[in-house]
């Protein structure tokens, strides 16, 4: 199995910027590539952006583009995302997974999940 350990979340105003981490261990060969999901109160999880582990191929909701940045920490098996110039739509739990398969945007596809950390954007 592989254990996903995210933090980083918090309240910040809107504009603001904050950086979510998920540490991976145990099985890591398993890990293909990462995803960052979330989910808002009431409605249902959205992809946000995913990495292969090589780091070498990105992909981002059209949401998200140019606002945030996911990257891989090779020597700390981390994969970060950087999320700069925040909206109050953006609030939601954040959650990191793994898949074992080609990356992509399908929450079905990933096998393991953290257990998600809270991001919220005030007006």
């Known amino acids: 199995q592989v254990q996903l350990v995210e933090s980083g979340g918090g309240l910040v105003q809107a504009g603001g910027s904050l950086r979510l981490s998920c540490a991976a261990s145990?099985?890591?060969?398993?890990?293909?590539?990462v995803g960052w999901f979330r989910q808002a109160p009431g409605k249902e999880r959205e992809f946000v952006a995913a990495?292969?582990?090589?780091?070498?191929?990105?992909i981002y909701a059209d949401s998200v583009k140019g606002r945030f940045t996911i990257s891989r920490d090779n020597g700390k098996n981390t994969v970060n995302l950087q999320m700069n110039s925040l909206k109050p739509e953006d609030t939601a739990v954040y959650y990191c997974?793994?898949?074992?398969?080609?990356?992509?945007?399908?929450?079905?596809?990933?096998?393991?999940w953290g257990q998600g950390t809270q991001v919220t954007v005030s007006s």
């Open positions: 997974a793994t898949n074992r398969g080609l990356i992509t945007t399908i929450s079905t596809r990933y096998d393991y």
């Open positions: 145990g099985r890591i060969f398993l890990i293909n590539s």
């Open positions: 990495i292969t582990w090589s780091g070498g191929r990105t």
